[in-house]
Structure formats: structure tokens, C-alpha cells
């Protein structure tokens, strides 16, 4: 099962720290959530204040990091076979991925550790400009591939 994953940090650099990540199922299931403790909008480059953070949803998206990763755990182990993580930005998305899903430095089985990168994938349609928003996204990225 493929999951097409999409994050939004706060800024193009190795310090990003996660603002939200997103990911939407091959059969459509999706998984979205909004970190409320792992960032400060004084980390969050220009583009992010003026694009990424007007979108965000908050409400019962929002949640502490100790509760989104249970939340993202509880979601990835619901899948019955192993799944697979496409994102079209492995350099940021995978890696703020990783930090959200180790568990007490365990790797949660049902996932394939290493991603696969969507650019290197032959998409089925042509996709839209992406709004910067991490489930939108996700659904665009996912609607490219659909089988």
C-alpha cells in the first residue's frame, strides 16, 4: 500500500521543524495533523508566515507531539500490509516523517524504512500547483499516481 506523504516547516533549511504532515492513502484513507509544541512562528521563514500558516486548521488537528505520534502510529498500524512512503520531497518530508515516527527509537514494522520519491515515479495524470497546505497536497500527490 502506498501513502503519499507531505509536510509543511517552517523554513528550506536542516534546522525545518515540523507544522504539519499529511498523508493520503492509495485506497483514500487519510491522516492529517498539526504539531503544536515542536515549532515558534520566529522559526518559520517568510513564505511559511505569509502562505503556509494562514491555512492551517487547528481544532482537534492540532495536538502536542506525544499525541500526534500516537495518533500517526495508531493510523500506520491499521494498514494490514507493509506500506510504502512517496513524497516528492525525500531531502525534507521524509526526514521530519522519520522524527515523528520513531517511537522510542523503534521503527514501526508495517512501514518500509526508506522512502520512495515521487519524482522518479511515472504519474497517470498531471497534477496541479500545490497550495502549501500538507493534506491538500497529499491529495494532489496521490491523485497523480492513481492506479
Not at 508566515?49 to 493510523?75: D, H
Not at 491529495?139 to 499516481?145: D, L
Request: proline share 5%; hydrophobic share 45%; charged share 25%.
Amino acid at each position: 500500500m502506498r501513502l503519499f506523504l507531505d509536510c509543511e516547516f517552517t523554513r528550506l533549511s536542516a534546522t525545518a521543524k515540523l507544522i504539519s504532515l499529511a498523508l493520503v492513502a492509495e485506497n483514500g484513507r487519510e491522516f492529517y495533523v498539526e504539531l503544536l509544541d515542536t515549532w515558534r512562528v520566529e522559526d518559520c521563514s517568510d513564505f511559511v508566515k505569509k502562505i503556509v500558516l494562514p491555512q492551517l486548521w487547528g481544532g482537534s488537528y492540532a495536538l502536542p507531539i506525544v499525541e500526534a505520534r500516537m495518533s500517526l502510529l495508531r493510523f500506520l498500524t491499521s494498514f494490514k500490509k507493509e506500506v510504502e512512503i512517496v513524497t516528492d520531497a525525500p531531502q525534507y518530508d521524509w526526514e521530519l516523517f522519520c522524527d515523528l515516527v520513531y517511537d522510542g527509537g523503534r521503527w514501526p514494522r508495517i512501514v518500509r524504512n526508506f522512502p520512495t520519491d515521487a519524482t522518479t515515479l511515472t504519474p497517470t495524470s498531471e497534477g496541479e500547483e500545490l497550495p502549501h497546505h500538507a493534506l491538500l497536497d497529499a491529495r494532489i500527490i496521490a491523485g497523480m499516481f492513481a492506479q
